[in-house]
């Protein structure tokens, strides 16, 4: 059952909200053209690349990506230097990204109860593991790179 509370299961339950709420707004409340779905393509496209960035750093340091297990490594560098969670990040702006390609506007109300869930579910739990088992080094990390941005 652990599988069903993964990251990318919340993502893809946001998706469908979002599809399903554009299969339901009166085409009158769609905002659809040019610039939207540039910046639509814009927001998926720097999602995938941080998922991307982050993926390959956390293998370059052999340690989990898996949000339940423990970390053999604290990765604090490439795209972690920027910020502590890239691959939520990337996935806040893919759902962000295709609201507004799929030209559901008001679905981007959904981005901040999606961020407020996987903080919760997952952000906190897993800087509780990472300061109990890298300590300082965590600490200063936090210090020095935000959350989310």
Not at 36 to 46: F, I, N
């Amino acid at each position: 059952m652990k599988w069903i509370d993964l990251p990318p299961v919340w993502l893809a339950l946001a998706l469908v909200i979002t599809w399903w709420i554009g299969q339901l707004q009166p085409q009158a409340m769609a905002i659809g053209g040019p610039v939207t779905d540039l910046l639509g393509g814009l927001l998926v496209g720097g999602g995938i690349v941080l998922m991307l960035l982050a993926f390959a750093e956390m293998r370059k340091k052999r340690t989990t990506v898996i949000p339940h297990m423990e970390a053999s490594h604290l990765v604090t560098t490439g795209i972690f230097s920027r910020s502590r969670n890239p691959i939520y990040l990337g996935d806040a702006l893919i759902l962000a990204g295709l609201a507004l390609r799929w030209e559901v506007p008001v679905a981007l109300l959904l981005v901040p109860l999606f961020i407020g869930t996987i903080t919760q579910r997952f952000i906190i739990p897993e800087e509780n593991r990472l300061r109990v088992k890298f300590r300082a080094d965590f600490a200063r990390y936090c210090e020095k790179t935000r959350r989310w941005v």
